[in-house]
């Protein structure tokens, strides 16, 4: 098992930051993958960013060039830095961190936190 505990989020005027933390304890491993959904009312939830292992990093088109993603390994710790927010970034943004298990790959999920741009 592998425990997420996320921090950051909450209210920002549009075009202000927010950074948002993730850290996973547990059974972790040294091949994974780290980052951010979110979801926001009526629509699915999407891929913001993640991290993998090798370094790897991938973005959701409209967040490329505000948000950044980072980790440090050493805490298993991922921070997802937001800039120039905007209204349609409001939504509950799930940390995950995936791993192999034996043969197949399991996501762990954290509670979920709230960000919420206004205009």
């Known amino acids: 098992q592998v425990q997420l505990v996320e921090s950051g989020g909450g209210l920002v005027q549009a075009g202000g930051s927010l950074r948002l933390s993730c850290a996973a304890s547990g059974s972790t491993s040294s091949i994974y993958a780290m980052g951010w959904y979110r979801q926001a009312p009526g629509h699915e939830r999407e891929l913001v960013a993640s991290i993998a292992s090798s370094g790897y990093a991938n973005y959701l088109d409209s967040v490329k060039g505000r948000f950044t993603i980072s980790e440090d390994n050493a805490k298993n710790r991922v921070t997802l830095q937001m800039q120039s927010l905007k209204p349609e970034d409001t939504a509950v943004y799930y940390c995950?961190?995936?791993?192999?298990?034996?043969?197949?790959?399991?996501?762990?999920w954290g509670q979920g936190t709230q960000v919420t741009v206004s205009s």
């Open positions: 995950f961190y995936g791993k192999p298990t034996g043969p197949r790959w399991t996501d762990y």
